[in-house]
């Protein structure tokens, strides 16, 4: 996506798209819309994502991350920011709840098993929030024990993305000892 940004002029007659202009002027009071949530050491991230020009107006997508269930609380605290910033009935929300969070039990088998492996591997032994999302939300919404873990790397989505191949290995080798631990276990039990 390019923008151009032009400076006002008397001696140059430019064309711009005065509602988009409009639009990013307000965009930085949206994406600081405020509502309640759970504590978390990342607060409320609302990132722009997609912006379409659908030729009689323009359509943006916002990812919503917060810890919050309260969805119907999220939608409300929007549409208000939305009739304060664009005025009321002069624009359209469609809201489309998330998939939730994480959020399995410290004393669920998984977690009490993934704790111990992790002192093992001399990882720190912590059930810690992180930044980010995977497929793991789907599987906990549904009540599956689930977490995320995995090697290091930076540059997250962006041209220069990289991964350590040395942390990948042992973090393959901490979960083979993880399912291993869990099985021996669930044996012992029966």
């Not at 639009?23 to 609302?46: A, N, V």
């Not at 191949?165 to 979960?175: E, G, I, N, P």
């Amino acid at each position: 996506c390019t923008l151009t940004v032009i400076e006002p002029n008397e001696e140059e007659e430019l064309e711009y798209d005065e509602t988009l202009t409009l639009f990013f002027q307000q965009l930085r009071f949206l994406i600081r819309t405020q509502f309640p949530t759970e504590f978390s050491t990342y607060g409320i991230t609302i990132g722009p994502n997609v912006l379409l020009d659908k030729g009689d107006h323009w359509e943006i997508s916002l990812d919503i991350r917060a810890m919050t269930q309260a969805y119907d609380l999220v939608e409300k605290a929007f549409r208000e920011m939305c009739n304060e910033l664009f005025g009321e009935g002069q624009y359209e929300l469609e809201f489309k709840a998330g998939q939730g969070r994480v959020n399995t039990s410290k004393d669920s088998l998984l977690i009490a098993t993934a704790l111990e492996v992790s002192k093992e591997f001399g990882f720190p032994a912590k059930v810690v929030e992180m930044g980010g999302a995977s497929d793991a939300r789907y599987f906990s919404r549904e009540g599956i024990p689930t977490f995320d873990f995995g090697p290091i790397g930076g540059g997250v989505h962006a041209s220069n993305e990289w991964l350590n191949l040395d942390s990948f290995a042992t973090v393959t080798m901490f979960y083979l000892a993880l399912v291993k631990s869990i099985l021996k276990q669930s044996k012992e039990s029966n």
